[in-house]
């Protein structure tokens, strides 16, 4: 197939991961694949054109291609995107954010290409509706993709696309970078010995990531187990007043470990927990940090929020509360007294990680949406 990928972004995201991770395989399979992004700025440290040139494709960056609706910037990308499109005869486009899927809409629908138009939703606790949402699922959409059931059943209930055109796919993950037989912790860079009890967390250390509530947790176990070390892996502009400082007032920072950002041991330093805590979805709602912590098998304790449910069942791979500090403090608890349940834990969300965030599956069911979508479009033409 002759495929083109649409990103309207710079930044290396999770959904931007998904989608250079998917086009590098494609590509790897014999598919004609083009991957167009937006230009980082100049000096930006990390980009995903960079990224997915390193993954071996060849990214295009002469559109804008910006993230959020600019007047003037779609509707140059919308004449150059048409004549592109003319050019290079692509079977499917793939759209994977609302601005990208816009432009490749009113391009397609300006042009005599017969390309079919998919997307991916990364929106994994549902959809904003409204007119836009139904402008680009019911009038510009041949197949779409959503990431969690609930956001399926949504788009169904709205009646925004019928049934046998909205797929739910599993986000896949890494599983030879997060596998547990070949990854070893890294626990020494922090003097950590082998048998403390160690919870972690992922996260860009944001106002909105509800930091205040997990160091009012940590408080409470810390105080039952003075011993109980917790790594918060991430950084943020605002780090030492979200959560240094307050830590330091609460008297438990001893007990924390600031990792930063890591990106080349990340599996090590994630691989040096007993438990993770997962609060809430950032930039992306497929919740990516929760299944490569599943891939590692590490127990997550997860808030009931967006399709955290759907990846987690809870007493069985992990656990999923309300998200109260009592709550999690209760968890957290539970977890370190009860170790043959938390390796039991883990060793079950290893197992489903295995069986459902397969990238050569979900690879295969991606194509198998993509030929749908283009018998259906080449039998309306």
Same mark, same amino acid.
């Given at each position: 197939?002759?495929?083109?990928?649409?990103?309207?972004?710079?930044?290396?995201?999770?959904?931007?991961?998904?989608?250079?991770?998917?086009?590098?395989?494609? =590509?790897?399979?014999?598919?004609?694949?083009?991957?167009?992004?937006?230009?980082?700025?100049?000096?930006?440290?990390?980009?995903?054109?960079?990224?997915?040139?390193?993954?071996?494709?060849?990214?295009?960056?002469?559109?804008?291609?910006?993230?959020?609706?600019?007047?003037?910037?779609?509707?140059?990308?919308?004449?150059?995107?048409?004549?592109?499109?003319? =050019?290079?005869?692509?079977?499917?486009?793939?759209?994977?954010?609302?601005?990208?899927?816009?432009?490749?809409?009113?391009?397609?629908?300006?042009?005599?290409?017969?390309?079919?138009?998919?997307?991916?939703?990364? $929106?994994?606790?549902?959809?904003?509706?409204?007119?836009?949402?139904?402008?680009?699922?019911?009038?510009?959409?041949?197949?779409?993709?959503?990431?969690?059931?609930?956001?399926?059943?949504?788009?169904?209930?709205?009646?925004?696309?019928?049934?046998?055109?909205?797929?739910?796919?599993?986000?896949?993950?890494?599983?030879?970078?997060?596998?547990?037989?070949?990854?070893?912790?890294?626990?020494?860079?922090?003097?950590?010995?082998?048998?403390?009890?160690?919870?972690?967390?992922?996260?860009?250390?944001?106002?909105?990531?509800?930091?205040?509530?997990?160091?009012?947790?940590?408080?409470?176990?810390?105080?039952?187990?003075?011993?109980?070390?917790?790594?918060?892996?991430?950084?943020?502009?605002?780090?030492?007043?979200?959560?240094?400082?307050?830590?330091?007032?609460?008297?438990?920072?001893?007990?924390?470990?600031?990792?930063?950002?890591?990106?080349?041991?990340?599996?090590?330093?994630?691989?040096?927990?007993?438990?993770?805590?997962?609060?809430?979805?950032?930039?992306?709602?497929?919740?990516?940090?929760?299944?490569?912590?599943?891939?590692?098998?590490?127990?997550?304790?997860?808030?009931?929020?967006?399709?955290?449910?759907?990846?987690?069942?809870?007493?069985? $791979?992990?656990?999923?509360?309300?998200?109260?500090?009592?709550?999690?403090?209760?968890?957290?608890?539970?977890?370190?007294?009860?170790?043959?349940?938390?390796?039991?834990?883990?060793?079950?969300?290893?197992?489903?990680?295995?069986?459902?965030?397969?990238?050569? =599956?979900?690879?295969?069911?991606?194509?198998?949406?993509?030929? =749908?979508?283009?018998?259906?479009?080449?039998?309306?033409?």
């Amino acid at each position: 197939m002759n495929i083109l990928h649409l990103f309207s972004n710079w930044k290396w995201t999770g959904p931007a991961e998904h989608a250079a991770s998917l086009a590098a395989r494609q =590509q790897r399979a014999g598919h004609r694949v083009v991957f167009a992004c937006a230009a980082p700025p100049e000096g930006a440290e990390q980009s995903l054109a960079g990224i997915a040139r390193g993954a071996g494709l060849c990214p295009v960056t002469d559109f804008r291609l910006l993230k959020h609706f600019n007047l003037r910037a779609n509707l140059g990308d919308i004449v150059r995107l048409r004549r592109f499109l003319q =050019q290079h005869a692509f079977d499917v486009v793939h759209a994977h954010l609302p601005n990208d899927h816009f432009l490749a809409g009113m391009a397609l629908r300006t042009c005599p290409a017969k390309s079919a138009l998919v997307r991916t939703c990364y $929106d994994g606790g549902g959809i904003s509706g409204g007119l836009r949402a139904r402008l680009l699922l019911s009038g510009m959409t041949d197949s779409l993709i959503t990431v969690s059931e609930r956001t399926r059943e949504q788009i169904l209930a709205g009646r925004y696309l019928p049934a046998d055109r909205v797929w739910k796919a599993d986000v896949p993950v890494d599983l030879e970078r997060f596998d547990p037989q070949r990854v070893r912790n890294n626990r020494p860079d922090f003097n950590l010995s082998p048998d403390a009890i160690v919870g972690g967390i992922v996260a860009r250390v944001q106002r909105h990531r509800r930091f205040e509530v997990l160091l009012e947790a940590l408080r409470v176990v810390i105080r039952e187990f003075p011993s109980f070390r917790f790594m918060i892996i991430g950084r943020g502009t605002h780090i030492h007043e979200i959560a240094v400082k307050p830590s330091q007032r609460m008297g438990i920072r001893t007990n924390l470990i600031f990792t930063g950002y890591r990106e080349d041991n990340f599996p090590e330093t994630l691989a040096c927990l007993n438990f993770k805590l997962y609060l809430m979805p950032g930039s992306d709602g497929a919740c990516r940090a929760v299944r490569e912590s599943m891939a590692l098998g590490i127990p997550v304790i997860a808030a009931n929020r967006g399709m955290l449910p759907e990846i987690i069942t809870s007493q069985r $791979d992990g656990l999923i509360v309300e998200d109260t500090p009592d709550n999690l403090a209760l968890a957290m608890l539970y977890m370190i007294e009860h170790p043959e349940l938390r390796q039991e834990y883990g060793h079950n969300a290893c197992l489903k990680a295995r069986a459902q965030f397969n990238p050569e =599956q979900h690879a295969g069911l991606v194509d198998n949406v993509y030929r =749908q979508a283009v018998d259906r479009r080449r039998a309306r033409a």
